[in-house]
Nanobody, 121 residues
Framework: QVQLVESGGGLVQPGGSLRLSCAAS????????MAWYRQAPGKERELVAG???????NYAASVKGRFTISRDNAKNTVYLQMNSLKPEDTAVYYC???????????????WGQGTQVTVSS
């Protein structure tokens, strides 16, 4: 059974930094795109950043220049480095990955359990 396990959330002051990690565990064949989403109270879940298996990235306009997504394919892990954090970045952050369990099959969507990021003085 494949799981995505996130870590690295917490409380940080405005202007501070946090690094989120998300590791895929279990038996799998390959991981295609990986991404980070977030959901603030009373708001819809939104895409923060995504990265393909080849390393191409895209970012939400609100985080461009402050957040960096990266991945270590050997460790089946995706990271989100968050700098210059603002109170409006406060949300539950979710890891997402398109994972193929076996060769010659379609990928399926997997989600992590979420990690809370709170930016407050």
């Amino acid at each position: 059974q494949v799981q995505l396990v996130e870590s690295g959330g917490g409380l940080v002051q405005p202007g501070g930094s946090l690094r989120l990690s998300c590791a895929a565990s279990g038996r799998l064949f390959s991981i295609n795109a990986m991404a980070w989403y977030r959901q603030a109270p009373g708001k819809e879940r939104e895409l923060v950043a995504g990265i393909t298996s080849g390393g191409n990235t895209n970012y939400a306009a609100s985080v461009k220049g402050r957040f960096t997504i990266s991945r270590d394919n050997a460790k089946n892990t995706v990271y989100l480095q968050m700098n210059s954090l603002k109170p409006e970045d406060t949300a539950v952050y979710y890891c997402n990955a398109d994972i193929k369990l076996r060769i010659f099959t379609m990928g399926a969507d997997y989600w992590g359990q979420g990690t809370q990021v709170t930016v407050s003085s």
